[in-house]
């Protein structure tokens, strides 16, 4: 047994050595990166069209292309306040337990990451400000409550992963995306880059941390943990129908609009193509059953 918590360990040095690495060869200034015109033009996409919540749906032929393209710009603001307000959450959590006990292996590559979601948060939130005017508020997030720090610290790292695969859906799919402006595609391009370093260590820290808890924890305990990453899971996909970003977009009706979106077979499909890396990996591990 100790032998393999040595093995376990050891690859998990190597691959934070080789982030680290990556990291360090692929540091940017932000404030220099992007381009920041006055404006983006309104009568183009913000948002890819099949990531928005109204596609598949029958208001995505009942609203004009304008109309559609106007919704766009505003899930697009919605998204990136998703991004800093997640960003946020998620430092508090990380710069929480860096130099630690328990998270001595990591705490190197965790000044990488508090200083990559810095800039990523200063970056979403320019974007927001200087193009919607505002950051979108999000309503309070689905608290977790555990019995112990081992299951809390699981939780925390499992929903980071979850939050950054779900960005991460979105930003792999608009980098690519010729109709989406430059600045734009810059943006979602920049932050996928540093995205799949995350997600990689993610799902290393959080498989370690899921091991060691099986030596000591209740079948309760683990019904619980599978139970709350669902409830995540949809937390985090529910968070893109924001009432507002309706209204905003001169929508009427805007919770009504927002409850019959999220009941649509659409909205079903778009949640399970989001996530199927992601469940797949927590179905693997044994997180969720
Ligand atoms: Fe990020
Ligand atoms: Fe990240």
Known sequence: MVSDVIDRDDRFRGILDRLATKSIDD?????????????????????????????GTEWAEKLTPQQLR??????????????????????????????????????????????????????????????????????????ATASSAKIQSLLVFARILIFEELVD???????????????????????????????????????????????????????????YLRRYLKHSFDSLYHPQVYRDAGLERPHELRRALLDSPARAEAELRTFRKTTRYLERTGLIR
């Open 169 to 227: 859906h979105f930003n792999s799919a608009m980098a690519e995306d010729e109709r989406l402006h430059e600045t734009i595609r810059g943006i979602n391009r920049i932050h996928h880059q540093d995205e799949s370093r995350h997600i990689a260590f993610g799902r290393e820290l959080v498989d370690l941390l899921h091991q060691d808890l099986l030596q000591t924890a209740t079948e309760q305990e683990l019904a619980d943990i599978s139970g």
């Open 70 to 143: 106007t919704l766009s710009k505003h899930e697009s603001i919605n998204f990136y306040s998703l991004n800093v307000h997640g960003i946020r959450e998620l430092l508090i959590e990380v710069v929480g337990r860096i130099h630690t006990a328990g998270f001595e292996t990591p705490s190197e590559f965790f000044h990488h990451f508090i200083g990559e979601e810095n800039e990523h948060m200063w970056f979403f939130a320019e974007f927001c400000l200087r193009y919607g005017g505002k950051i979108y508020r999000q309503p309070a997030g689905a608290e």
């Open 27 to 55: 540091y940017y200034n932000p404030y220099r990166l992007f381009e920041w015109p006055d404006r983006l033009p309104e009568d183009m996409w913000w948002m890819s069209p099949e990531l928005t919540t109204t596609y």
